[in-house]
């Protein structure tokens, strides 16, 4: 029943980057960010898109073919925060960025719970 809130989106020109954060509701416990977290995004008239996910210590993560070697994803437990850092976006980038959580291995969208609101990430010049 976590509810996880994403910020940190805007407006950036090609090559430019953004950090994302991912954070427990206001509303929520803070003690039940333990688990696998999820980046998600979605671009108008295209299917959510896994992105990246990180292991509940941190230790270990995956990154969708796409943004391999330009999106970094890391968390903070003591924060109850996960990041995702952007690096070299390219227009094809622009997207609403979701974040939730998930006690599986997996980038599979049905598999997640607690998704945030979104927030918008525009690449253009």
């Known amino acids: 029943q976590l509810q996880l809130v994403e910020s940190g989106g805007g407006l950036v020109q090609p090559g430019g980057s953004l950090r994302l954060s991912c954070a427990a509701s206001?509303?929520?416990?803070?003690?039940?960010?333990?688990?696998?977290i999820g980046w998600f995004r979605q671009a108008p008239g295209k299917e959510r898109e896994g992105i990246s996910f990180i292991n509940r210590s941190g230790s270990l993560a995956n990154y969708a073919d796409s943004v391999r070697g330009r999106f970094t994803i890391s968390r903070d437990n003591a924060k109850n925060t996960v990041y995702l850092q952007m690096n070299s976006l390219k227009p094809e980038d622009t997207a609403i960025y979701y974040c939730a959580q998930t006690s599986h291995w997996t980038l599979r969208p049905e598999f997640y719970r607690g998704w945030g609101q979104g927030t918008q990430v525009t690449v253009s010049s």
């Open positions: 206001g509303f929520t416990n803070p003690s039940g960010f333990t688990n696998v």
